[in-house]
Each structure stands twice: as C-alpha cells, then as structure tokens.
C-alpha cells in the first residue's frame, strides 16, 4: 500500500486518505482527538441511547422485528491530495453502523425489515444546470453543508422495527460497569435513535426527512432530476448532493429562504459563494452581465498520477498530447496479464470521479479501459501508463463556461451525440458519445452541461444504426430531461437542438422512419 495518496472510503468523496486500524498513525494524538470529538458530539445528540442498556438475548426474545449491528470508527487525512506534512495534516473521524453485518432477531434477512432504502442524490449535471441559470438570472450560487446530515433523522420512528447498537469495549459508558470495573452485562446494547451513517436506510431516512422540510417551505422536486428542487414563489434553484446544498436564488430573497432551512436542517457554516464543491474546485465571476464559471481538479489529479508513479516505480512520466496510444488493446489471450491487473480499476475509478466533475476530456479514454478490467494485458497496462502521462502534464486544465444575464430568455439547449462503429474489436459494438451544453442564440457563449461516453449494448449494423442509437440514447436519458429542468427553471420555452453529422441518420429523424432501421423501432 502506498504511504500516501487518497484512497475510497465509505464516506470520503475521493478526497480523504482512509487510515486502517492497523497503521500506526490510527493512534496518534491528531486521530485519537479526531475520535473522542467525534463520539463526544454523537452522545451529545443522543445518537444512541445508553440509559436503556439491556442484554440482547432479552431484546430478541421481547422483540422479533429487531435488529442489532455493531458501530465503529473509521479515521481519515482530509484534503490527503495536498500531501500535507504530518504536523500540519487534518484529521477526521467519522463513526459507523456496521450494516454490513446485521443481525435479526427472528433471524431472517435483515433487508426484510427495511422500509426505506432508496435515495437519489442530484447528478453532476444538475449541479452544472444550477450553475447555468444563476448565470443567466444574475444570481450568485451559495453551497452550504448539512451538519452531520443523517443523525438530523430519526430511525427510531413509530412501525418501525427497532435497531439496536453493540458499543465498543472503549466506548461502554461507566454505568455499564460496577464499581470494581467488571461489566454488569454480557451483551450489551442500546437503542439506535438517529440515522446513524452505515444503517443501510439512513441515506434514504435522510432524504426523507430533508424532502419533507423542502415541500413545506415551498420547494417542488424536478421529477427528471432527482435531488433538485425549485422554489415555487421566487423561481430559486436547490441541488442536494446528500449533506452538499447549493442554491442561487434572487438576492433580495436568498437570506430569508436560507433562514428558513436553518430552523428546520443544521448547517456546519453559513453559505458562501460556491469555491469547492464535491471535491471539485469552482470559479465563479460576474463582469457587468457575463458570468464566467471555472472548473479544476488539479491537485487531485497530481495525486492519482503520483499514486501510479508510486505503484509502478517510475520517477517521472514523459509528456504527451493525447490519452491515446496509437495502437488498438491487443485480443484477449494475446498478451500476458498485465501488471496492473488488480489495481487498474482504483485507478481508472478515481480519474473517472475527477472525469465526470471536470475533465470531459478524460472521458473515452477512461470508458475503454474500464471495460476491459476482468481481461486486462500488457496492452492495458501500456495504454493505462498514455493516460497518467496525459493526466500528469495537463492537470491543470479548466473546463469553462461564459453566459450572460441577456441570454435569458435566448438561451437554447445543443444536443451533439456521435458515435464509432464497431471500434471495440473484442465485441464489434459501437460506443456512444454526447456533448451538451447551453448556447446563446448568437453562438459566442456557451455553459457545459454534461458529457458521456458509454459503449452500445448491442452491436450496429452500421454507422446510421450506431449514430441512431446514440442519439436516440442521448434524447431520452440526458437532453429531454435537462430540457425539463430548464424550462421549470427558467419559466419558458427553451429549444432543443440536436447537432448531428450522419446524413442517413438526419434522414431517419426527419422523415420519422427509415426502413433500413425498422428492426430499431
């Protein structure tokens, strides 16, 4: 394992180092003062309840709907892409349900007893189209994060099956424990009062409770794009990322719907103008009636490069222009299993995070690769080395985005899919490009506002079929519900347009069928 470098935890986002129990660092005094705020902040919320203390084997024979799982802390570096020396790093605990190790009463599967376990965060590009009307309304987008979001909720509700938690031996308050220090029960537990992170309903009890604040202060969901939301009387914009809120709202009302959150959710701090944002750095200026929006992931970026260097025992990588090798990934059985074969899917699900906030660029390069994962050679492990020389050299690009307060009621949606044919020599399918984004009527700026490439599911018979399925795939699952997003947004009519190169397939959308392409329909 490297020594450093950001590695996926259960709740670290990308950008926090997980620090296992076993290193050594998981007790030193900046972990162990982590800790104790941690727990000290869940007993003052009465996370738990420790004054109804009882033996478990009393619990499951009272209560067969029960159930009970044990908690734990997992510690972590914040901001670990810095490489901050030791002295000056930021540490962060965070304590856990272990729901992956629930016990019933009855016995029965765990799932059985679960009534909430849905919930759907905004995307990407709903954060991007919340950015896009602030800057065609003027409007200046605030983020704020919820305070510890899921204990806000309860999960001890009425009809529903109790949960119980089994402390660690450290945590036992004094009053489990006679005078002598011997423990008075064998098994203990306690209630779980709160959505404790982990429980596998606490996501969902969360968003449930937020949704219900959110209808009763006049916010309407956007059905085509969950985890955002618009305010029915003042036209302001919500996005909920989980506990990540971002709002841009007219100026004269901002304060007072702010406000009114805060009496029903916590805040960790008061709103401030969006800068980083689900671990994506944002800028974002006004110039008279042009809003300029910049979007990075350096230092994020540096790191996932450094982390391979680490890996792989190079020193440096040599600059390159393009994340392509000018050869295609050698067939299955061809090349020998490449070296890394089990690590090359840490590393291509990191750039992806960084590819689907900010580097659009990334994308393809990402997608073919990731598909080949369960097959990977030498060939991958050589175009893996042409990405991180292109991702280390060019970490510093910005993807921008330029409207204006005039383009308001102008603005049009440009829709512009594409696609290969048969590019995929294993399989021969076909793989899926889209580009949209937000124009003004004169063409001189344009908002980003999302990006994908994803490999058909079948394989196209030819570059028509290919270039149909992508764009009937892009009308269905990303424009028309941007477009919905959009008009509710910003009160009108806005105009779709789609940007396609294939004259065939210009044909088929125009005449409304082709009979070369019926076996499509």
Same mark, same amino acid.
């Given at each position: 394992r490297p020594?450093? =470098?950001? %590695? &996926? =935890?259960?709740?670290?986002?990308?950008?926090?180092?997980?620090?296992?129990?076993?290193?050594?660092?998981?007790?030193?005094?900046?972990?162990?003062?982590?800790?104790?705020?941690?727990?000290?902040?869940?007993?003052?919320?009465?996370? @738990?309840?420790?004054?109804?203390?009882?033996? *478990?084997?009393?619990?499951?024979?009272?209560?067969?709907?029960?159930?009970?799982?044990?908690?734990?802390s997992i510690l972590g570096e914040k901001n670990a892409e810095r490489n901050a020396p030791p002295e000056l790093r930021e540490y962060k605990a965070r304590i856990v349900f272990a729901g992956? /190790?629930?016990?019933?009463a009855s016995g029965c599967a765990p799932h059985e007893l679960f009534q909430e376990v849905a919930s759907a965060p905004a995307a990407m590009a709903s954060?991007?189209?919340? &950015?896009?009307?602030?800057?065609?309304?003027g409007w200046t987008p605030k983020m704020r994060d919820a305070a510890q979001a899921y204990i806000q909720a309860r999960i001890d509700d009425p009809g529903r099956p109790k949960t @119980?938690?089994?402390?660690?031996?450290?945590?036992?308050?004094?009053? @489990?424990?006679?005078?002598?220090?011997?423990?008075?029960?064998?098994?203990?537990v306690c209630p779980l009062v709160k959505a404790l992170y982990g429980h596998p309903e606490s996501g969902a009890i969360w968003e449930k409770h937020l949704s219900k604040v959110l209808i009763d202060l006049g916010w309407k969901k956007v059905p085509s794009h969950p985890g955002t *939301?618009?305010?029915?009387?003042?036209?302001?914009?919500?996005?909920?990322?989980?506990?990540?809120?971002?709002?841009? %709202?007219?100026?004269?009302?901002? /304060?007072?719907? *702010?406000?009114?959150?805060?009496?029903?959710?916590?805040?960790?701090?008061?709103?401030?103008?969006?800068?980083?944002? &689900? =671990?994506?750095?944002?800028?974002?200026?006004?110039?008279?009636?042009?809003?300029?929006?910049?979007?990075?992931?350096?230092?994020?970026?540096?790191?996932?490069?450094?982390?391979?260097?680490?890996?792989?025992?190079?020193? +440096?990588?040599?600059?390159?222009?393009?994340?392509?090798?000018?050869?295609?990934?050698?067939?299955?059985?061809e090349e020998a299993e490449g070296k890394q074969a089990k690590t090359c899917s840490s590393h291509l699900m990191k750039l992806l995070f960084a590819a689907r906030l900010a580097r659009p660029d990334l994308s393809v390069a990402i997608t073919r690769l990731a598909s080949k994962v369960t097959s990977w050679n030498l060939s991958h492990d050589r175009a893996l080395k042409r990405l991180m020389q292109y991702v280390d050299h060019t970490a510093d690009l910005e993807l921008h985005g330029t409207l204006s307060s005039e383009d308001l009621e102008s603005a049009i949606l440009v829709m512009s899919p594409d696609a290969d044919l048969a590019n995929d020599l294993e399989t021969s399918k076909s793989t899926s490009g889209l580009w949209l984004e937000l124009l003004s009527s004169d063409g001189l700026r344009s908002w980003p506002l999302g990006w994908k490439s994803k490999r058909q599911g079948?394989?196209?018979?030819?570059?028509?079929?290919?270039?149909?399925?992508?764009? +009937? +795939?892009?009308?269905?699952?990303?424009?028309?519900?941007?477009?919905?997003?959009?008009?509710? /947004?910003?009160?009108?009519?806005?105009?779709?347009?789609?940007?396609?190169?294939?004259?065939?397939?210009?044909?088929?959308?125009? +005449?409304?069928?082709?009979?070369?392409? =019926?076996?499509?329909?």
């Open positions: 020594l450093r =470098g950001v %590695a &996926l =935890g259960m709740y670290t986002g990308l950008v926090t180092r997980v620090i296992p129990a076993s290193d050594p660092e998981s007790k030193s005094a900046g972990c162990l003062k982590a800790l104790l705020k941690e727990t000290q902040k869940l007993r003052d919320r009465t996370v @738990w309840c420790e004054d109804q203390v009882e033996e *478990w084997s009393s619990v499951r024979k009272r209560d067969p709907t029960a159930s009970v799982g044990r908690v734990f992956n /190790a629930i016990q019933t954060v991007r189209a919340v &950015l896009a009307v602030a800057a065609l309304r @119980w938690v089994r402390l660690p031996k450290a945590w036992r308050p004094s009053s @489990w424990f006679t005078a002598k220090g011997e423990p008075v029960y064998y098994d203990p *939301w618009i305010h029915a009387r003042t036209f302001a914009v919500l996005a909920v990322y989980v506990d990540d809120l971002l709002m841009t %709202a007219p100026a004269a009302q901002e /304060a007072s719907l *702010w406000k009114s959150l805060e009496e029903k959710i916590s805040f960790d701090e008061p709103a401030a103008p969006i800068s980083k944002f &689900l =671990g994506a750095h944002h800028t974002f200026k006004k110039q008279g009636h042009v809003t300029h929006h910049s979007v990075q992931m350096r230092e994020f970026l540096q790191d996932a490069a450094l982390k391979y260097k680490q890996e792989t025992g190079i020193s +440096t990588l040599a600059s390159v222009r393009t994340p392509y090798l000018p050869e295609s990934f050698s067939a299955k059985g079948s394989t196209a018979s030819s570059t028509c079929e290919s270039e149909v399925i992508s764009a +009937t +795939t892009a009308l269905k699952a990303d424009a028309l519900p941007m477009l919905d997003l959009l008009e509710s /947004a910003l009160g009108r009519t806005v105009h779709l347009q789609c940007r396609e190169d294939n004259t065939q397939c210009i044909q088929a959308a125009e +005449t409304g069928y082709s009979k070369a392409l =019926g076996h499509l329909s």
